[in-house]
């Protein structure tokens, strides 16, 4: 009877694709982080707390998508400063976090400014479209009635918006197994690691969204897309994103246009950017003798 309900709600919805449809999405985003992967291990918990606490800002913001029937712009809502966003923490983790993006589903590309250590990049690439399955399984969002879909997403290597702490269950297995004598030498030399070596990023993903078919856009949050309806709701890796608010047909909303602010480059290229910053970084953490840096 569920997948009954989808096909007929989905045939009703999109016989309205003809008219012209505009709104704005209100996202909520989390992402939650162990304590166990804040700082070098053996650290003070009121340490690792403190961090956590100065890390909020950065794991919880909310987002708005302003959308029509082919085009949209997502951004992060405008909020007060605090002290901690000109840290070396903030630069750090908004080198790694995707800035305005702009979609056209008609021609399927997606432009998004990034800014990497100081300088301001547009990427300019294509959609890519998951190969979703849609579910039998629906839950009520709000006023809306959202269907399950799933899909495996790849991770480039250098995205480290997903890194995680390189340490397993064999990781932990092992350091039960040491002397105190081993331990105590490894925390010595953990101190003189290159903390680049100690994250690891995974390979792929699974993503699971809830999408409406009442708005009959295939259109959602970040560089998702691709289903019969809005994307209500996100589940990938250790992050949720949640619709909040929909308004529909907006008396003032954003002008939705194509982004023109940075350098324009490819998705490998930026990539490739990254990677050499990486290894740059861990040059002159080894004191390798390199001095100053890369100039993209």
């Keep these: 009877m569920k997948f009954l309900s989808i096909l007929i709600i989905s045939l009703v919805s999109f016989s309205s694709f003809a008219q012209n449809i505009s709104g704005q999405a209100f996202y909520f985003s989390k992402t939650t982080v162990k304590m166990s992967e804040i700082g070098r291990e053996g650290m003070d918990e009121n340490m690792k707390k403190m961090i956590a606490d100065r890390m909020k800002s950065y794991l919880e913001k909310t987002y708005i998508l302003t959308f029509n029937n082919n085009e949209s712009i997502y951004l992060e809502e405008e909020k007060l400063e605090t002290g901690a966003s000109s840290s070396r923490m903030g630069m750090m983790m908004g080198s790694f976090s995707?800035?305005?993006q702009y979609k056209n589903l008609?021609?399927?590309?997606?432009?998004?400014?990034?800014?990497?250590?100081?300088?301001?990049?547009?990427i300019?690439?294509?959609?890519s479209n998951l190969d979703w399955t849609l579910e039998k399984e629906s839950k009520q969002i709000g006023q809306y009635i959202a269907f399950k879909a799933t899909a495996?997403?790849?991770?480039?290597e250098n995205d480290l918006s997903f890194a995680r702490r390189r340490r397993n269950n064999d990781d932990k297995k092992e350091a039960d197994e040491k002397s105190e004598s081993e331990i105590n030498k490894d925390s010595t030399k953990t101190i003189d690691e290159d903390p680049i070596d100690q994250i690891e990023v995974p390979k792929e993903i699974l993503v699971t969204a809830w999408y409406t078919p009442q708005i009959p856009i295939g259109n959602g949050p970040g560089d998702y897309a691709g289903l019969p309806g809005l994307i209500l709701e996100l589940n990938f890796y250790r992050t949720t994103i949640l619709c909040s608010k929909i308004v529909m047909n907006p008396k003032e909303a954003d002008e939705i246009k194509a982004l023109?602010?940075?350098?324009?480059?490819?998705?490998a290229e930026y990539n490739k950017i990254v990677k050499e910053k990486m290894e740059e970084m861990r040059e002159n953490f080894r004191g390798s003798g390199r001095r100053g840096g890369r100039h993209f």
Excluded: C, M, P
């Excluded at 021609?107 to 990049?121: L, M, P, W």
């Excluded at 023109?260 to 998705?267: C, D, H, L, P, Q």
């Design 124 to 127: 300019n690439d294509t959609i």
């Design 260 to 267: 023109t602010k940075g350098k324009e480059v490819t998705r």
């Design 106 to 122: 008609e021609s399927n590309q997606i432009i998004e400014e990034r800014e990497f250590f100081g300088k301001q990049f547009l």
């Design 98 to 100: 995707a800035g305005k």
């Design 152 to 156: 495996l997403k790849k991770i480039d």
